[in-house]
């Protein structure tokens, strides 16, 4: 087994002179975190190498790679435009940073990015066997989990996200916003920077998809999805001993050098839209306007790396920056002193090493940031514990470095009151606040996010392959149809809504069909069987369901039983006194939740709110169990979550004492219960330990085996009668 890492570029640079192709390493931190992963062992990085590579010449580039761990994928310049240019960059990278009025939605590019993602799938093929351990990388893959997923549908694929996950009003907007959410779907494990990414990419893709949730798990088909938070760190050490180095301290000593009393601010980012530059030097601006006491004091070091812009609004940005450093240093420049140096290309490691260490205040502060990994890095410099960061609350890096002064990137007074207590602080506030995120920055290092989304993986993995031994629709079912056939007084305890028949928008739409009927006249047709039907239904509506049939019947989750051929019995005891106190208050939640409504039975209220907009209904719910959980104690009641209901019943009504009950001084040789709620759980703890007990639902239950919808328990069903499912077809 290795693992195979595919992102959209290599971790190398390929540079052509004289006819000759020469292979340079990233300096980025993507290389360098998961540097120790390719280079062990036969694992591999699959990726772009950069440049177009004529046909001819791709085997000696694939050769010369190999050597290196690396395979890559040949993209044309038509690609790069319509892919990554496009796609990639013209529609996701806007969206996701929530700057929807520069997004273009165009259908090439759309029709070009499915078909690079299937390029990468197809690059993939040529490396992949059945047990590797994938890992893709960002936005510009989104599909390829999906299309690797249909290609090898138990391999193991994790899938991280690099920049933000906006929210599902956001994401929506995207004409073609399910086929990306199903192709995310083919990894196990999805991992982004910050939970709220998380929570995000959970309610867009509940929302939009025919998939649900439990805490932060996904269930899709057969399959469990875990997503997670894994803030990504750098290489700690290697900017902490930067600033040892000989070449750094020439550097460090050239800016110092007549800046004794100055006080310098850094900023470095790559030219984005995204980066909040203009609101940056706008908050400059405003500081030498309203602080003149600073003019001469203070220099900011502005460097922004040069970064497409042939794009129209990239080249508007670069002149609007120009255009205001001009203007500023213009009013404010004296003979000897200029607010803003700004550098409009990139520098080598040393001397950003050298700025670092130099600068009293880092100013980060983007509009919205995946992570921003420069905070970081100035952090790891800092090895005197001094200096000031200032970081926006819309970066990533602002959950973790809770010491930096927080800002909102749009609020440009916030900034400047940041810089002006930035250049206050005292120096041993200075010292708290830096030590404090040094050692979170040197604890969650690049290596620490590689671990922990690598063991995370596995753990996945080995969960699902847990689950998949516990799926009673496959080598399970051969064992019950085993014992069924061998054994001759048998008790089937079966569940109704979600069990024997799907959920239905209206209560009274998920009446019994004609197959359900044929289905227990079938297993009552056997002598050697009982069929109970245990349920949360009214009496009077299991009577008018079922009363025809050979069946004994459970109620209210136990309150009312009937036995075959015999009359309703109510258990004894039973007060509803609580129901009318309850109800009222019951009911001013219904008032203020549209779609939401009150069932009574005779022993239990029902809170119903499936009908009640996704995130509304379940918001209520919430307040409705912390609200009267403690007055449902006071009066011996039970609080039941359900599927988008909550019940209140009686202490002693219980759907695994009821079933207890009903086995007393029977001696049954074959067990088998089914159910898919809270309730049934009981039921699923109650019985012997040699009993068949199915959850409908792969979510974590008492239960032995796991199916995952009523059709499935149908199946089963009608396997142990040795027969197909009869196909019911409509009356015309």
Request: hydrophobic fraction near 40%; charged fraction near 25%; charge should be negative.
């Amino acid at each position: 087994m290795k693992t195979v890492i595919i992102s959209n570029r290599l971790p190398v640079k390929i540079i052509e002179e004289n006819n000759e192709y020469t292979f340079i390493p990233s300096e980025g931190g993507l290389a360098t975190g998961l540097g120790d992963v390719y280079k062990t062992g036969n694992s591999i990085w699959i990726g772009w190498p950069g440049i177009e590579v004529p046909e001819e010449r791709q085997q000696e580039v694939i050769d010369k790679l190999a050597v290196l761990n690396l395979y890559p994928v040949f993209l044309t310049q038509e690609e790069i435009n319509l892919y990554y240019e496009g796609f990639s960059n013209e529609v996701l990278w806007p969206v996701f940073h929530y700057l929807v009025t520069y997004a273009h939605y165009e259908q090439s590019y759309w029709d070009c990015y499915k078909s690079v993602n299937h390029k990468f799938a197809k690059a993939a093929s040529n490396v992949l066997s059945a047990k590797d351990k994938i890992w893709i990388q960002d936005y510009q893959l989104l599909l390829l989990p999906g299309i690797l997923r249909d290609q090898l549908p138990q391999s193991t694929i994790g899938f991280f996200q690099h920049i933000p996950f906006p929210s599902y009003e956001i994401f929506r907007l995207i004409p073609w916003r399910d086929e990306l959410l199903n192709g995310m779907l083919g990894a196990d494990l999805i991992g982004f920077h910050t939970y709220d990414d998380v929570r995000h990419f959970l309610s867009t893709a509940t929302r939009l998809l025919p998939v649900n949730s439990t805490a932060n798990v996904l269930n899709n088909n057969e399959r469990q999805i875990v997503v997670e938070a894994f803030p990504m760190g750098i290489d700690f050490d290697k900017f902490s001993n930067l600033t040892s180095h000989d070449e750094v301290q020439k550097e460090i000593e050239y800016f110092r050098n007549g800046k004794e009393d100055m006080k310098v601010i850094l900023s470095i980012d790559r030219l984005d839209y995204s980066k909040g530059i203009l609101e940056r030097l706008k908050a400059l601006e405003l500081l030498l306007q309203a602080h003149p006491e600073f003019i001469g004091k203070i220099e900011l070091y502005m460097i922004v790396v040069p970064s497409r812009d042939t794009v129209p609004q990239y080249r508007d940005l670069k002149e609007q920056i120009d255009q205001f450093v001009g203007n500023l240093n213009a009013r404010y420049r004296s003979i000897n002193w200029i607010p803003v140096n700004y550098f409009y290309r990139s520098f080598p490691i040393e001397i950003l090493s050298a700025l670092y260490a130099t600068a009293d205040i880092c100013l980060v502060t983007p509009m919205r940031d995946g992570m921003n990994l420069v905070s970081k890095e100035y952090v790891a410099s800092r090895n005197h514990n001094n200096g000031v960061l200032i970081l926006s609350e819309m970066a990533g890096a602002s959950k973790e470095l809770t010491d930096a002064v927080i800002v909102n990137p749009n609020n440009i007074g916030d900034i400047m009151e940041a810089i002006v207590l930035a250049l206050k602080m005292p120096v041993e506030e200075q010292h708290i606040r830096m030590k404090a995120m040094r050692n979170i920055v040197e604890k969650f290092n690049v290596k620490h996010w590689v671990n922990n989304f690598i063991l995370r993986l596995d753990e996945v993995k080995d969960s699902q392959n847990s689950l998949l031994t516990k799926h009673a629709v496959t080598a399970i079912k051969e064992v019950i149809s085993e014992k069924y056939d061998h054994t001759t007084n048998r008790v089937l305890f079966l569940d109704y809504d979600g069990t024997l028949v799907d959920f239905a928008g209206n209560i009274d739409d998920a009446s019994p069909d004609e197959e359900l009927y044929n289905l227990i006249t079938r297993l009552t047709a056997d002598p050697a069987n009982t069929v109970v039907i245990i349920s949360g239904r009214r009496n009077e509506t299991l009577e008018k369901w079922f009363g025809h049939l050979k069946v004994d019947l459970i109620a209210e989750h136990g309150a009312w039983q009937k036995a075959y051929g015999d009359k309703w019995n109510c258990l004894p005891l039973l007060t509803d006194q609580w129901k009318q106190e309850m109800k009222s208050i019951l009911e001013t939640y219904t008032d203020r939740t549209p779609g939401s409504f009150i069932e009574e039975k005779s022993y239990s209220l029902v809170w119903h709110y499936r009908k009640a907009e996704e995130g509304l209904g379940d918001l209520r719910a919430n307040e409705i169990v912390s609200h009267l959980k403690i007055l449902a104690a006071d009066k011996g009641l039970q609080l039941m979550p359900g599927n988008k209901v909550i019940e209140f019943k009686n202490m002693e009504v219980n759907k695994g004492k009821a079933a207890l009950n009903w086995l007393y001084g029977k001696q049954p040789d074959f067990i088998l219960a089914l159910g898919d709620d809270h309730t049934d759980e009981d039921i699923f703890k109650a019985l012997p330990n040699d009993a068949f007990t199915i959850k409908v639902g792969n979510n974590i239950s008492e239960a032995k085996y796991y199916l995952n919808d009523f059709k499935e328990v149908r199946k089963l069903l009608w396997g142990l009668l040795k027969d197909e499912v009869i196909e019911i077809q409509p009356s015309l």
